[in-house]
């Protein structure tokens, strides 16, 4: 991994706005059809590389298949992304079949890259790979049993084993669904499943009353491992997602010390309201520096677009504790 310092994507708060999380003023960064093939980009992950920022990003083509792509960038906004999936090589397993791959999630332990993402195998399930440059990618065993979303790994192992969060799910749009942490020694073979923490109660914090599932890769703060996350309502409209945040025991990630009552992040404009899903902000990136201050959140809108959030770790964090559930 590059030891090279690079300028985090940034806009100061607006004048005026008082929440925890503000909005990129050019909005949405990524449009849908930033590839040729593609009817939408969303839902994608971004981590610093070299002079600049990699990402693996979620591309639906014209006929609505689910893909993911690699692409580059010099200051986390511009991006150019590949025109044609990425292509894995066996890793772990001779074993990469692959109906689909959709949501993914990246980030760098120990030696190099390592990809979560949704993966079509009889169902969905969490796949895995990594690579070192974004250029070769070799895909490993899947992590679970279909079915199971929202698969996020911690940056480094925790008692020596790595650590995921996913959200067993169906085979369809899930009317249900908690956050569970996983162990592996070795990226292969997966078990010691815990309930990290559910759906809430509806009168107790509505937004997230129908379903939850980890968002970006956790960030270590002085409190624990800082876990933005999605909440999910079923309205009259349909489902509606919007962004939470919790902060997990450091040592025991099973435990949660905060998470957020009120929501950090609703759909409100345009292009969070209306697209091919309305109504959705759905985080799977975090840049961040705890020297600065500042975190930047990437987030698919309406599962059309990608959209880009500022914040203040220490006023996140504040909040989280402040407001707990």
């Known amino acids: 991994m590059s030891t090279e310092k690079v300028a985090m994507p940034w806009q100061?708060?607006?004048?005026?706005?008082?929440?925890?999380?503000?909005?990129h003023s050019e909005n949405p960064?990524?449009?849908?059809?930033?590839?040729?093939?593609?009817?939408?980009?969303?839902?994608?992950?971004?981590?610093?590389?070299?002079?600049?920022?990699?990402?693996?990003?979620?591309?639906?083509?014209?006929?609505?298949?689910?893909?993911?792509f690699a692409g580059f960038s010099k200051d986390g906004i511009h991006w150019d992304i590949a025109h044609e999936p990425i292509q894995f090589a066996a890793g772990n397993t001779e074993m990469i079949d692959s109906d689909y791959k959709y949501d993914p999630r990246v980030t760098w332990i120990e030696d190099r890259y390592w990809i979560t993402w949704c993966n079509g195998?009889?169902?969905?399930?969490?796949?895995?790979?990594?690579?070192?440059?974004?250029?070769?990618?070799?895909?490993?065993e899947n992590a679970f049993l279909p079915f199971n979303r929202n698969g996020v790994l911690f940056p480094e192992k925790i008692d020596g084993k790595f650590a995921m969060l996913s959200r067993p799910?169906?085979?369809?749009?899930?009317?249900?669904?908690?956050?569970?942490?996983?162990?592996s020694p070795d990226m292969k073979y997966w078990g010691e499943h815990r309930c990290?923490?559910?759906?809430?109660?509806?009168?107790?914090?509505?937004?997230?009353?129908?379903?939850?599932?980890?968002?970006?890769?956790?960030?270590?703060?002085?409190?624990?491992?800082?876990?933005?996350?999605?909440?999910?309502?079923?309205?009259?409209?349909?489902?509606?997602?919007?962004?939470?945040?919790?902060?997990?025991?450091?040592d025991n990630p099973a435990v949660v010390k905060y998470r957020t009552q009120p929501y950090l992040l609703a759909p409100q404009t345009t292009y969070e309201c209306m697209g091919d899903v309305p109504n959705v902000v759905f985080p799977c990136a975090a840049l961040h520096s705890v020297e600065e201050d500042k975190v930047a959140v990437y987030y698919g809108?309406?599962?059309?677009?990608?959209?880009?959030?500022?914040?203040?770790?220490?006023?996140?964090?504040?909040?989280?504790?402040?407001?707990?559930?």
């Open 169 to 183: 799910s169906d085979n369809g749009h899930t009317p249900f669904g908690d956050i569970y942490v996983s162990y």
């Open 196 to 250: 990290v923490m559910k759906a809430s109660p509806f009168m107790d914090s509505a937004w997230q009353c129908t379903k939850i599932g980890a968002g970006p890769i956790p960030i270590l703060v002085d409190e624990g491992w800082l876990m933005f996350y999605h909440g999910v309502i079923n309205t009259c409209n349909g489902f509606r997602y919007s962004m939470g945040a919790a902060i997990l025991d450091k």
């Open 301 to 325: 809108a309406a599962d059309t677009t990608v959209a880009l959030a500022y914040g203040k770790l220490s006023e996140v964090v504040k909040f989280t504790i402040e407001n707990s559930l």
């Open 12 to 23: 100061d708060r607006p004048e005026g706005h008082t929440e925890v999380l503000w909005r």
């Open 29 to 68: 960064i990524i449009a849908r059809d930033a590839i040729p093939t593609s009817n939408s980009i969303f839902n994608s992950a971004v981590v610093p590389f070299g002079d600049g920022y990699a990402g693996v990003f979620r591309c639906d083509n014209k006929a609505v298949q689910m893909n993911i």
């Open 121 to 140: 195998y009889h169902g969905p399930t969490i796949g895995i790979g990594y690579t070192f440059d974004f250029k070769e990618f070799f895909q490993c």
